[in-house]
């Protein structure tokens, strides 16, 4: 089992930076990749941007590129989401979420196995 926390969720301008972390606990040495995910509230889960644990590749959802940046420090079992040049449209419950085995499949969420409690970021326009 592992166990996800994230932290660093609040209420930013249009136009702010938040940092996320997300501290990761358990069987950590199991993990493949990790990864943020987003939700609006009426809308599904989606894909933010993913980091391979070992490795350190990132990929990006389309929206975020360019803005966003995903971290993993493996000494502290923690990934980060740097978010800068925020929009009102980022505004969602962010989860963390953390992929056990390898796979090819990171953007659907069902390619998860552990997930966070989420913490909400609002950005006012």
């Known amino acids: 089992q592992v166990q996800l926390v994230e932290t660093g969720g609040g209420l930013v301008q249009a136009g702010g930076s938040l940092r996320l972390s997300c501290a990761a606990s358990?069987?950590?040495?199991?993990?493949?990749?990790m990864g943020w995910f987003r939700q609006a509230p009426g809308k599904e889960r989606e894909f933010v941007a993913t980091?391979?644990?070992?490795?350190?590749?990132?990929v990006y959802a389309d929206s975020v590129k360019g803005r966003f940046t995903i971290s993993r420090d493996s000494a502290k079992n923690t990934v980060y989401l740097q978010m800068n040049s925020l929009k009102p449209e980022d505004t969602a419950v962010y989860y963390c979420?953390?992929?056990?085995?390898?796979?090819?499949?990171?953007?659907?969420?069902?390619?998860?196995?552990?997930w966070g409690q989420g913490t909400q970021v609002t950005v006012s326009s």
């Open positions: 979420a953390a992929q056990a085995h390898a796979s090819s499949r990171y953007r659907p969420p069902a390619a998860y196995e552990y």
């Open positions: 358990g069987r950590t040495f199991s993990m493949y990749r």
């Open positions: 980091v391979n644990w070992s490795g350190g590749s990132t």
